[in-house]
C-alpha cells in the first residue's frame, strides 16, 4: 500500500453529530502528522457546528436522497441490520443507482489516497480493492463481513428485503457479492464500541477498541437531578415521549436538532430546554444525572 498523503473522511447514513465527531478527531491527528485531509459529509451543516473549517467540507449523499412521499407512513424496522440498510438504500425515498453515482463523482474528484467511512456502506460497495479503506463504527454497523447471512436481532419484527434479492438489486450496479454482509467489506475495520454493546460480539475474534472520547469522560463529583435528553427530529411528535419528559419533574435539556415551536413552549413551561442544534455531549453528559434516548448504540 502506498504512503497516504490525501484522505477522505466519508460519513453517510446516521443522525446527530457522533459521527463526525469521530472522523474529526481521527482526520486532526492525521493532519498534525502532515496528511491532507476532506470530509465528505451528508449533512455540512454538522461539520461546520463542530469546528470543520468549510474549505475542508464536501457535501456528499444525504438521506433521504429526496422528500418522503406524502402518502409515505410506513416506519423503518430492524429486524436485521440488513433489512435495514436495505429499507435505506432501496426504499422509496432513495435510489440506489443515483446514490452509487453521486458517492462515485465525488470521491473521484476529491482522487484520495486513502478512505476513512463512518456508517458510509456505499463507500465499500463502490471502491473496496480500488482505494484503501478503512470502516470505524460501533458494533451494530460494522458486523463482520464474514457472515453467510445477518441474524436477526429483534425476532417479531417482520423482514422487509430478502437478502438474495438485495445482493442481485446490488450486483446489478457492482461487481458481484456472494452475500449481504460483504457490503461492509473494507482494508481494515476498527470497532469504536465495548463487547458488551456489540449484537455481533460472538462471531467476532475480538478487536473491539472502545470510545475514542475516552479523554473527554470526566468523573462527576457531585449528585445531580439534571435530566438530558438525546432523540432524533421526528420522534418529538410522539406525545407520549413529551408527556413523559414533562411528568419526570425534572429541569433539564431535551435535544432534537431542529425542535419545533409547540415542543420549545411545552417543555419550557416544564423547566426543560429545548435549544436548536447539536448537543455538546462531554460538557451535556459530564453535567446531568438522568439520561434519556433512544437507545442507539452510539448514545450508550
Given amino acids: 500500500m502506498r504512503q497516504a498523503k490525501r484522505v477522505l473522511m466519508c460519513w453517510e447514513f446516521g443522525s446527530g453529530n457522533g459521527h463526525v465527531r469521530q472522523l474529526k478527531l481521527i482526520g486532526a491527528r492525521l493532519q498534525a502528522l502532515g496528511f491532507d485531509v476532506i470530509y465528505a459529509l451528508r449533512r455540512p451543516d454538522v461539520g461546520s457546528a463542530i469546528g470543520i473549517p468549510a474549505d475542508a467540507i464536501r457535501a456528499a449523499?444525504?438521506?433521504p436522497l429526496r422528500p418522503s412521499p406524502a402518502h409515505e407512513t410506513k416506519a423503518m424496522t430492524s429486524a436485521?441490520?440488513?433489512?435495514?440498510?436495505?429499507?435505506?438504500?432501496?426504499?422509496?425515498?432513495?435510489?440506489?443507482?443515483?446514490?452509487?453515482?453521486?458517492?462515485?463523482a465525488l470521491v473521484e474528484a476529491?482522487?484520495?489516497?486513502?478512505?476513512?467511512?463512518?456508517?458510509?456502506?456505499?463507500i465499500s460497495l463502490l471502491f473496496h480493492g480500488r482505494i484503501p479503506i478503512f470502516t470505524i463504527g460501533n458494533g451494530y454497523v460494522l458486523p463482520p463481513t464474514s457472515l453467510a447471512s445477518f441474524p436477526r436481532l429483534i425476532d417479531d419484527v417482520a423482514m422487509?428485503?430478502?437478502?438474495?434479492?438485495?445482493?442481485?438489486?446490488?450486483?446489478?450496479?457492482?461487481?458481484?457479492?456472494?452475500?449481504?454482509?460483504?457490503?461492509?467489506?473494507a482494508d481494515r475495520a476498527y470497532l469504536l464500541t465495548f463487547p458488551c454493546l456489540d449484537p455481533y460480539r460472538e462471531s467476532r475474534n475480538g478487536g473491539w477498541l472502545g470510545s475514542p472520547s475516552t479523554k473527554d469522560i470526566v468523573l462527576r463529583m457531585?449528585?445531580?437531578?439534571?435530566?438530558?435528553?438525546?432523540?432524533n427530529e421526528q420522534q418529538q411528535t410522539d406525545v407520549?415521549?413529551?408527556?413523559?419528559?414533562?411528568?419526570?419533574?425534572?429541569?433539564?435539556?431535551?435535544?432534537?436538532?431542529?425542535?419545533?415551536r409547540r415542543t420549545v413552549k411545552q417543555l419550557e413551561a416544564a423547566g426543560i430546554?429545548?435549544?436548536?442544534?447539536?448537543?455538546?455531549?462531554?460538557?451535556?453528559?459530564?453535567?446531568?444525572?438522568?439520561?434519556?434516548?433512544?437507545?442507539?448504540?452510539?448514545?450508550a
Avoid at 436485521?80 to 425515498?93: C, H, I, K, V
Wanted: with cysteine; charged share 20%.
Fill in 273 to 299: 430546554d429545548a435549544p436548536a442544534g447539536l448537543a455538546y455531549l462531554p460538557f451535556d453528559l459530564l453535567s446531568c444525572g438522568v439520561i434519556v434516548h433512544a437507545g442507539n448504540a452510539g448514545m
Fill in 160 to 185: 422487509q428485503y430478502q437478502e438474495d434479492n438485495v445482493v442481485a438489486q446490488l450486483n446489478k450496479a457492482l461487481r458481484p457479492h456472494s452475500y449481504l454482509p460483504q457490503i461492509n467489506r
Fill in 61 to 63: 449523499p444525504n438521506w
Fill in 240 to 260: 407520549r415521549l413529551i408527556e413523559g419528559l414533562i411528568r419526570s419533574r425534572l429541569p433539564g435539556k431535551a435535544i432534537f436538532s431542529t425542535p419545533l
Fill in 80 to 104: 436485521t441490520y440488513g433489512d435495514f440498510l436495505a429499507q435505506l438504500m432501496l426504499g422509496p425515498r432513495d435510489d440506489l443507482a443515483e446514490r452509487l453515482q453521486k458517492w462515485h
Fill in 222 to 231: 457531585r449528585p445531580s437531578q439534571w435530566m438530558f435528553a438525546y432523540f
Fill in 110 to 122: 476529491e482522487r484520495p489516497d486513502l478512505i476513512i467511512a463512518d456508517y458510509a456502506p456505499s
